[in-house]
């Protein structure tokens, strides 16, 4: 028997596969130290993934599995591990993503308390086993606070997303680019803020029109011809024309998604934004974010200071490196420097002037600046690309700014109903 679970085809394909991309991610997350076998791979995961997960008896174990067993017995008994299982269960992605982690992690348990280098493969059949036992649960306790970070990034990555539109599975060719950010303090700090964002994406509905293209919702009495339904031609014919004359035909609801340009944030992040604000403008930011997965629409987002800094664009089709520079970018932006609001909304007219989305497009200013308007030339420049305009004051006042807006929002307290308003803004 390969492994030491029951009730696992070793030998099936899709096995593993499982067991390979464990082992693949961990090479690569490891620069290639990471040289376990692709049956301890199998049982980490299936241990990760399982409700349930049964070893066989160990009367039935090889002599050459026996620390194999000891080290899943292990695993699975753990208190630690009871709580990964929440991220885990029934989700291969974060199954994948964290057994990876554990070998390597193991690994460097293993290296450390051997005294040895740490190119030496990974091999649990030269290890006593209370340094065995030991090395897994130091593992599980670096995995755990992984875990949580991960569930966050899988939460941004899937929140608006209905079946059939998008996948986060794609991020397993990323993997290590993940785990590393899992592990980032920064990262962390930010997922904290996750937190923040309210359950909105059930509270919008792409935006859509009648048309006779559409896709069928349905039944409804009207004189549209070009929807009517067949039957309506049984009809006599001065009977079918005082039909449409009152407006009375039987005619297919159909209904077309609008074309609506990107959904632009532009965030300060100058000295004055520090401490609750920034983190408060970042949740919102996040939850305009899960509001454009929703609704299929590019998502734009920039902070600017005295002079805008990197832009961050999100495609509608949701490419898993571009929420993965999206997140590294949110977590890497302090607030410092001063305030230029007019030099931010030219340049955001800019990119979405040059962008390749049709329809109208927003721009959501969130600024606690009390910084002078060109507003001749911002109102020009909104204007010419078509561009509706929603300021977001935090504690502050701006008369430039409340003119040129289409909506403008105060926000007195940094609350999850604050976030709120400015999503259904």
Same mark, same amino acid.
């Given at each position: 028997?390969?492994?030491v679970?029951k009730?696992i085809?070793?030998?099936?394909p899709?096995?593993?596969?499982r067991g390979?991309k464990?082992l693949?991610?961990?090479r690569?997350?490891?620069k290639?130290v990471?040289?376990?076998?692709?049956?301890?791979a199998i049982?980490?995961?299936?241990?990760?993934?399982?409700?349930?997960?049964?070893?066989t008896?160990?009367?039935?174990?090889?002599?050459n599995k026996?620390k194999?067993?000891?080290?899943?017995?292990?695993l699975?008994?753990s208190?630690?591990?009871?709580d990964?299982k929440?991220y885990?269960?029934?989700n291969?992605f974060?199954s994948?993503?964290?057994?990876?982690?554990f070998?390597?992690h193991l690994h460097?348990?293993l290296?450390?308390?051997?005294?040895?280098e740490?190119?030496e493969?990974l091999n649990p059949?030269?290890?006593?086993?209370?340094t065995l036992?030991?090395a897994v649960?130091?593992?599980?306790?670096h995995?755990k606070?992984e875990?949580?970070?991960l569930?966050?990034?899988?939460?941004?990555l899937s929140d608006?997303?209905?079946?059939?539109?998008?996948?986060?599975?794609?991020?397993?060719e990323?993997?290590?680019?993940?785990?590393r950010m899992a592990r980032?303090? +920064?990262?962390k &700090?930010l997922?904290?803020?996750i937190s923040?964002? *309210? !359950? %909105?994406?059930?509270?919008f #509905?792409r935006r859509t029109t009648?048309s006779?293209?559409?896709?069928?919702?349905?039944?409804?009495?009207?004189? +549209?011809v070009? &929807?009517?339904?067949?039957t309506?031609l049984?009809? *006599? !014919? %001065?009977?079918?024309?005082? #039909?449409i004359?009152?407006?009375?035909l039987?005619l297919y609801d159909k209904?077309?998604?609008?074309?609506?340009?990107p959904?632009y944030?532009?965030?300060d992040?100058?000295?004055?934004?520090?401490g609750?604000?920034?983190k408060?403008?970042?949740?919102?930011?996040?939850?305009?974010?899960?509001r454009?997965?929703?609704e299929r629409?590019?998502y734009?987002?920039?902070f600017f200071?005295?002079s805008?800094?990197?832009?961050?664009?999100i495609?509608k089709?949701?490419?898993?490196?571009?929420?993965?520079?999206?997140?590294?970018y949110?977590?890497r932006?302090?607030?410092?420097?001063?305030?230029?609001i007019?030099k931010?909304?030219v340049?955001?007219?800019?990119?979405?002037?040059f962008?390749s989305s049709?329809g109208i497009?927003?721009?959501?200013l969130?600024t606690?600046?009390?910084?002078r308007?060109s507003e001749?030339l911002?109102?020009?420049?909104?204007?010419?690309?078509?561009?509706r305009l929603?300021?977001?004051?935090?504690?502050g006042?701006?008369?430039?700014?409340r003119?040129?807006?289409?909506?403008?929002l105060?926000v007195?307290?940094?609350s999850?109903k604050?976030?709120?308003?400015v999503?259904e803004?």
């Amino acid at each position: 028997m390969p492994g030491v679970l029951k009730g696992i085809r070793y030998e099936d394909p899709l096995v593993i596969y499982r067991g390979e991309k464990v082992l693949e991610i961990a090479r690569r997350l490891s620069k290639g130290v990471v040289k376990a076998d692709l049956d301890l791979a199998i049982d980490t995961y299936y241990s990760m993934y399982l409700p349930l997960p049964i070893l066989t008896p160990y009367h039935n174990i090889p002599q050459n599995k026996v620390k194999n067993y000891l080290l899943i017995n292990e695993l699975i008994k753990s208190n630690d591990f009871r709580d990964i299982k929440r991220y885990t269960l029934v989700n291969s992605f974060v199954s994948t993503l964290l057994s990876a982690s554990f070998l390597q992690h193991l690994h460097e348990e293993l290296t450390f308390s051997k005294g040895v280098e740490g190119n030496e493969p990974l091999n649990p059949e030269d290890t006593d086993d209370n340094t065995l036992k030991k090395a897994v649960n130091n593992a599980l306790k670096h995995v755990k606070e992984e875990g949580e970070a991960l569930r966050n990034i899988e939460k941004m990555l899937s929140d608006g997303i209905e079946a059939g539109k998008g996948t986060v599975l794609d991020l397993e060719e990323s993997a290590e680019d993940v785990l590393r950010m899992a592990r980032s303090a +920064d990262v962390k &700090r930010l997922l904290e803020v996750i937190s923040w964002v *309210p !359950k %909105i994406v059930e509270r919008f #509905k792409r935006r859509t029109t009648k048309s006779s293209k559409g896709e069928l919702q349905g039944y409804e009495l009207g004189s +549209d011809v070009e &929807r009517l339904v067949p039957t309506e031609l049984i009809y *006599p !014919k %001065i009977y079918l024309n005082m #039909k449409i004359s009152e407006g009375k035909l039987l005619l297919y609801d159909k209904l077309l998604p609008e074309s609506q340009g990107p959904l632009y944030v532009l965030v300060d992040k100058s000295g004055s934004m520090e401490g609750d604000k920034i983190k408060w403008a970042k949740a919102t930011a996040i939850a305009l974010f899960m509001r454009s997965r929703k609704e299929r629409r590019d998502y734009y987002i920039r902070f600017f200071d005295g002079s805008p800094h990197q832009l961050v664009r999100i495609s509608k089709r949701l490419r898993g490196n571009e929420v993965l520079s999206f997140i590294d970018y949110l977590a890497r932006v302090k607030s410092g420097g001063g305030t230029d609001i007019t030099k931010a909304l030219v340049t955001a007219c800019d990119d979405i002037k040059f962008g390749s989305s049709k329809g109208i497009s927003d721009i959501i200013l969130i600024t606690d600046g009390e910084d002078r308007i060109s507003e001749h030339l911002v109102r020009r420049k909104l204007k010419v690309v078509g561009v509706r305009l929603v300021t977001v004051m935090i504690m502050g006042e701006n008369k430039d700014l409340r003119n040129l807006s289409n909506k403008y929002l105060r926000v007195i307290k940094l609350s999850q109903k604050e976030i709120i308003k400015v999503t259904e803004a």
